[in-house]
Every structure is written in structure tokens, then in C-alpha cells.
């Protein structure tokens, strides 16, 4: 049983930060390539940053320089340190998980940025 759970998320200021956490079990942590998503309201879930099995990483334009993606295999956890937090940044942030060829979610955590 595959389980993704996010953490961390929450209200804060324009231009605070916040760091969201995603703890996997149920899966082969350090073979799986780990992913942050958001879903704003009426809008398209986006890719926000992604990092490989590798550690390898990459970023959507509007979060290079802003924010980073990193994982603890000892934990079975991906991390998004996000900074200079903008309103536009606020919406539900979604863990993903690609591992084996299949593709898993967690429930979502709500950032709400304003003032």
C-alpha cells in the first residue's frame, strides 16, 4: 500500500517562506523520481519542481531561484524549501512519485500566501 504525505504546508506573508515534507512508504524510496505539483483554484495541476533518483533536479520558471527540491532516501522524504513566497503561489501542493512505471499522489497541502 503506497502512502505519499504531505506536511508543512500553510497561511503565510508575501515574501515569507514555508518547507513542505513528503514521507513515502509503500514504495522503493531511493528508486523512485520524486515530484512537487500545485493546483491553483480553476486552473491546471503544474509541475513545480521534480528530482531524480539521481538528485538530479529540476524546476518550473516560476520557481527557479525560489525555491528547492531535495530528498532524504534515509527517511523516504522529498523536501520543497520555498522562498520570496508570492501570492501567486498559493494552492494545493501535491507530492508525486514515479517508480516501477506507475505514478502515485499524496492528498495535498494547502499554501496560502497573502497579507
Known amino acids: 500500500h503506497v502512502q505519499l504525505v504531505e506536511s508543512g504546508g500553510g497561511f503565510v506573508q508575501p515574501g515569507g517562506s514555508l518547507r513542505l515534507s513528503c514521507a513515502g512508504s509503500g514504495i522503493i524510496f531511493r528508486f523512485s523520481a520524486m515530484g512537487w505539483y500545485r493546483q491553483a483554484p480553476g486552473k491546471q495541476r503544474e509541475l513545480v519542481a521534480r528530482?531524480?533518483?539521481?538528485?538530479?533536479?529540476n524546476y518550473a520558471d516560476s520557481a527557479t531561484g525560489r525555491f528547492t527540491i531535495s530528498r532524504d532516501n534515509a527517511k523516504n522524504t522529498v523536501y520543497l524549501q520555498m522562498n520570496s513566497l508570492k501570492p501567486e503561489d498559493t494552492a494545493v501542493y501535491y507530492c508525486?512519485?514515479?517508480?516501477?512505471?506507475?505514478?502515485?499522489w499524496g492528498q495535498g497541502t494547502q499554501v496560502t500566501v497573502s497579507s
Open positions: 528530482i531524480t533518483i539521481g538528485s538530479s533536479t
Open positions: 508525486n512519485a514515479v517508480t516501477a512505471g506507475s505514478d502515485y
